[in-house]
């Protein structure tokens, strides 16, 4: 009986704790853009694309030209929305709304990470041709030379949910530099620093353990372009090598450079759930 009552008080201060938390949080949240809609109905065109078709702006001109039926009936409405139970034929033939898939690669350099490259250039979708039949999109966006880990997936609510700002996924690089970087440098980058689209800081910034004085390790959420480079380009450094290790609490671990592999569940949970 007495470890029930003890039991009994532990969970009314759990309780008040995250209540006291729940409040703090409603607090700190700031009103802006509107959170990603996870309704189970989805556009036509993004349909198409994920199905493995073609892409989205593709999917507008099959569309337009009449060529795709939802329940036997033509659809030339290109903001048409697909319902669950909706039949979506494609020049005759019925589409099947394609499986979820959510694939990690360990990016080499020399591969970019757009869809069609205006120049002919290698991407990494050659990479992951071989990991499923549907068309995969990568969630962000890495340097042509920059190396590691870019998750890749078909599932756009994923996308949208991990690049809104309140949603930006933890990030962790290896950064190597051209000269030493001090801790006056350090503390630069965590303090912030004015750059062309607005101040910006990292959440944390070390010396590599192990490393040299020219390697540091770098943990943001900032989704912005390039914004290491720059960040360090501010300071007159230049980067020599950048490897992303750690993604979404999603790490390099047995995944060799050039390879790839798919979530596991717990994993794909985490990343649907992660705030």
């Avoid at 994920?50 to 030339?76: F, P, Q, Y």
């Avoid at 990494?124 to 549907?134: F, R």
């Avoid at 006056?184 to 910006?200: A, F, P, Q, V, W």
């Amino acid at each position: 009986m007495a470890s029930d009552r003890k039991k009994s008080k532990a969970d009314k201060n759990v309780s008040k704790r995250d209540k006291r938390k729940y409040i703090e949080f409603r607090q700190k949240v700031k009103k802006g853009d509107p959170l990603p809609s996870f309704s189970d109905e989805i556009r036509l065109n993004k349909f198409l694309s994920n199905a493995g078709i073609c892409s989205r702006r593709e999917a507008d001109v099959l569309i337009a030209a009449g060529v795709v039926m939802i329940n036997d009936k033509v659809v030339t409405e290109l903001g048409f929305k697909v319902k669950p139970n909706d039949e979506v034929k494609y020049d005759g033939e019925t589409i099947k709304s394609a499986h979820k898939r959510y694939v990690l690669l360990n990016k080499p350099k020399g591969f970019g990470t757009v869809i069609d490259d205006p120049k002919g250039r290698k991407t990494v979708l050659s990479l992951v041709q071989k990991a499923c039949k549907e068309l995969l999109f990568p969630v962000d966006k890495l340097d042509r030379e920059a190396t590691g880990l870019l998750l890749m997936t078909n599932d756009s609510d994923v996308i949208k949910k991990l690049n809104h700002p309140k949603y930006q996924s933890k990030k962790i690089y290896h950064v190597e530099l051209n000269k030493p970087v001090s801790s006056i440098h350090l503390n630069k980058l965590m303090s912030g620093l004015d750059l062309d689209d607005g101040k910006t800081k990292v959440s944390n910034a070390e010396h590599v353990e192990g490393g040299t004085s020219r390697e540091v390790g770098i943990e943001l959420v900032s989704g912005k372009t390039r914004v290491i480079n720059r960040l360090f380009e501010a300071m007159g450094f230049a980067v020599i090598k950048l490897d992303r290790v750690r993604y979404s609490g999603l790490t390099k671990k047995d995944l060799p450079r050039g390879m790839y592999r798919h979530l596991n569940e717990n994993e794909i949970s985490f990343l649907k759930m992660t705030k």
